[in-house]
């Protein structure tokens, strides 16, 4: 327990990958975390099991994060266990590589309804529920976002526009106390990397070989900047946006 007692998160797409690590650590340093997902309810539950076991606070919220529906209910469910929010991790996104010729209008809209859309709504229903100290936003972008990658395009812009978003906000809610920050990841293991064969690729490898620290990154490499940009240690950042890629330019 530390830094972040008595707050409460919630935390988008945290059934797995580097969501379930932010929410684990969330807890680790005190917080009480909404474990929110969307079809991985095993996920979700374990990520639950792992936080309490070791006396954190820890509920698994389902819910589509692309739907205000379900936006709305999610926060409903964390002000009905906690009382109150502090933290908003977006976590949640998809992504799909393919040529642009193979770009359908469903990808594009389910790219943009999630990884776009879906933290849109969320910050605006985390808005009537943080207090009158204020709120930490932090969004989970990606390297891409500046460093576009081949037959990626439309994930690397749904990321540019996060980022356009973060910047954006952190001036708009500056005067309700509300920071906006975001985290921008490189190649990081998770399990959707792991599914897509991407471990031992030659894609991982030449990302190794530009990597100045020699590895990928894990999950676990991620977290610790969440719960600092969650606490009042990061108090004078707002619109910054965090490169964690072991210095992958």
Known sequence: MGQLN????????ASKGIGAAIAKS????GAAVVVNYSTSKEGADKVVADITKKDGKAVAVQGDMSKAADVKRVFAEAKKHYGRLDVLVNNAGVYNFAPIEQVTEADF??????????PVLAIQEALKY?????GSVINISSVVARNPIANGVIYSSTKSALDG?????AKELAPKKVRVNSISPGFTITEGVHAANFVGSDIEKNVIANTPLGRSGQPEDIAPLAVFLAS??????TGESIRAAGGLT
């Open 109 to 118: 809209h389910r790219h943009y309804n999630t990884n776009v859309l879906g």
């Open 130 to 134: 943080f207090g009158t100290a204020g």
């Open 6 to 13: 008595g707050k409460v998160a919630v935390v988008t797409g």
């Open 165 to 169: 978003i973060t910047r954006g906000l």
């Open 26 to 29: 969330l807890a680790s340093s």
């Open 232 to 237: 009042d240690e990061s108090a004078w950042l």
